[in-house]
């Protein structure tokens, strides 16, 4: 058994089939991450011990593609551990759970493990798919770890630091979260404890419509590119930029703000909207395209797009054309409960 010092904290976003990946979690201990569509014993055994541009190579051969969340997948395949403690958000909450297998499985093996009435009602697997059971609905189920709760339905406002509550926002699938150990093992304290803090909470929400309001009034577009470029360096970026107008052309898209961050392996490029009434699809497309035409494999690491916005709605286009090309959308209240969560000393504009 892994002692605290030993074993690595990760994150894990379940973002697809969600109802039936989070029952399963719960019911059968069973934490599931999609990729159906090459998860087999075939998979797992060509990619055992390999490294990440070994990976790469046994990926690009089954998928003949390379996209960027591949990462997520290596990671949650060659790098999760036996003993590992794993993080699992909700919405304002999140859970931590024990890896207890000493290997990742493929989706054919998924019902060994199925045992309650509810997940024998809810899944049906054949020919290494699995389904809606009773139905032709196939289930984006694909490889999973068995894994048994250490603490559950956390409080993200009563019982997460600041800093974890920053990287539970982070919309990787996957992430590692080690250097955050204290602030786990302190939540989980605190929950078991019930031991809440709630101040915090109170304040940020009684004053996100104010720094709503003076994000839209106080500042113009460029001065809003430069409160989202000092949010980054806030969450830790070790570099960033907002790179010049003339840098691309109206064909290649925009970005307007890039914030490196070396330790997680990540690069966030944001496409930054002071709008006051609602964010169209042709924002995303701006961002999307940019970075496939000109930056895609300039910077180090997984990349991440983010559009942050002053105002509170994104068009069901915006929506739909963002999740398909893992786009993060930010509305205007929840940038600026992240500035307050970051605190606004330093901020001189």
């Not at 925009?254 to 690069?267: M, Q, S, Y």
């Not at 068009?315 to 398909?324: G, L, P, V």
């Not at 090309?325 to 307050?340: D, M, P, Q, R, T």
Request: hydrophobic letters at 35%; charged letters at 30%; aromatic letters at 10%.
């Amino acid at each position: 058994m892994k002692t605290s010092n030993q074993r690595q904290y990760w994150m894990h976003r379940i973002s697809y089939e969600k109802d039936i990946k989070r029952m399963l979690l719960e019911k059968e201990g069973l934490l599931i991450t999609g990729w159906s569509n090459i998860s087999d014993d075939v998979f797992l055994h060509e990619i055992a011990g390999k490294g990440r541009s070994e990976f790469d190579k046994i990926y690009e051969k089954h998928c003949k593609s390379l996209p960027r969340n591949r990462f997520c997948l290596y990671m949650f395949l060659s790098e999760f551990q036996e003993g590992d403690y794993v993080v699992v958000p909700s919405t304002g909450t999140f859970s931590v759970y024990e890896i207890v297998s000493d290997k990742p499985f493929s989706q054919a093996h998924l019902t060994e493990f199925v045992n309650s009435e509810e997940g024998k009602d809810a899944i049906e697997c054949k020919d290494g798919k699995c389904y809606k059971k009773g139905t032709a609905d196939e289930l984006d189920l694909g490889f999973f770890w068995q894994v048994k709760p250490v603490e559950t339905d956390i409080s993200r406002e009563q019982f997460a630091a600041n800093n974890l509550q920053k990287r539970m926002k982070y919309q990787m699938t996957n992430i590692n979260m080690t250097d955050l150990q204290a602030e786990i093992e302190e939540a989980i304290r605190l929950k078991r404890d019930n031991k809440p803090v709630v101040l915090r909470n109170e304040i940020v929400e009684s004053t996100c419509n104010i720094v709503v309001d003076k994000l839209k009034s106080t500042i113009n577009d460029a001065g809003f590119e430069k409160v989202v470029q000092w949010y980054l360096k806030r969450l830790g970026a070790d570099t960033t930029l907002i790179p010049s107008k003339n840098a691309l052309s109206k064909a290649d898209g925009d970005v307007d703000v890039i914030g490196v961050f070396e330790d997680l392996g990540i690069t966030v490029f944001v496409q930054a909207k002071q709008y006051d009434q609602f964010v169209d699809k042709g924002a995303i497309e701006q961002l999307v395209n940019a970075y496939e035409s000109v930056y895609k494999g300039t910077y180090p690491g997984t990349a991440v797009l983010w559009v942050v916005t002053t105002c509170d709605q994104f068009t069901q286009d915006a929506i739909n054309y963002a999740s398909e090309n893992y786009v993060k959308c930010i509305s205007g209240a929840e940038f600026a409960k992240k500035l307050l969560d970051a605190g606004l000393k330093n901020l001189t504009l």
